[in-house]
């Protein structure tokens, strides 16, 4: 069965530093895809990024980039000059094949200004 | 339309009553999915539909829960019975074909059972 992990709760980071959210999956599929989504409290889910197993190359949009580890079952996400406008609940998800997203119990982004 | 859209954006129903929740896809997209998100945890799979038929119902919980999309576009929750178990966000997310492309979310209806 497919699971996803994300260890940490709660994080912090300082407005112009770089934060990294941690995501551990599990999946007897070799091709799948891996989500980052960011919730505010509007509640709209909006995705940050997006990574395919089958490639190696890390995903980056602006700001936001992975670290995906296919052996290790890890994608990390990290935020470069986090902007006050981060802060959310951030989910990581896993798609293979059947088309449901499993995801993680989410981690909440703190920003300090 | 630009995005997903859910109505109504909050419910409040009496435990037993019926309620229905209304998801407007992104148009063009044959896919649509509906989640529900407990207070404080990820989103958990209900169903999928792929144009008119359910694809994959294997997340509804019991047979309160039931859904539809006539025509392949507009889809509706329907749950029976309510309790106060079912308190919860609903989403529904679409998608352009199928399970290689992107799920984009509406903002979800938040219900709550009294």
């Known amino acids: 069965a497919q699971t996803v992990t994300q260890s940490q709760p709660e994080m912090s980071v300082q407005e112009a530093e770089t934060v990294t959210l941690s995501c551990t999956y599990d999946?007897?599929?070799?091709?799948?895809?891996l989500f980052w989504y960011k919730q505010p409290p509007s509640r709209q889910m909006i995705l940050v990024i997006r990574q395919e197993a089958y490639k190696q190359q890390n995903a980056t949009e602006n700001r936001f980039s992975v670290n995906f580890q296919k052996a290790a079952k890890s994608f990390s996400l990290k935020i470069s000059d986090s902007q006050l406008g981060d802060a959310a609940m951030y989910f990581c998800a896993l798609s293979e094949y059947g088309n449901k997203l499993v995801f993680g119990a989410g981690t909440i982004l703190r920003v300090k200004s | 339309g630009a995005g997903v859209s859910q109505t109504p954006s909050n419910k409040v129903t009496e435990k037993g009553k019926y309620v229905e929740l209304r998801c407007d896809p992104i148009?063009?997209?044959?896919?649509l999915y509906w989640y529900r998100q407990s207070l404080g945890q990820g989103p958990e799979f209900l169903i999928y539909?792929?144009?008119?038929?359910?694809?994959?119902d294997s997340g509804l919980p019991n047979d309160r829960f039931f859904a539809v999309r006539p025509e392949g576009s507009v889809s509706t929750l329907k749950i029976q019975r309510t309790e106060r178990g079912d308190s919860a966000v609903y989403l529904c997310?679409?998608?352009?074909?199928?399970?290689?492309?992107?799920?984009?979310f509406g903002p979800g209806t938040r219900l709550t059972v009294l």
């Open positions: 539909f792929q144009g008119t038929g359910a694809a994959d």
């Open positions: 999946t007897s599929e070799s091709d799948y895809y």
């Open positions: 148009s063009g997209h044959t896919a």
């Open positions: 997310a679409s998608s352009h074909r199928d399970w290689i492309d992107t799920q984009y």
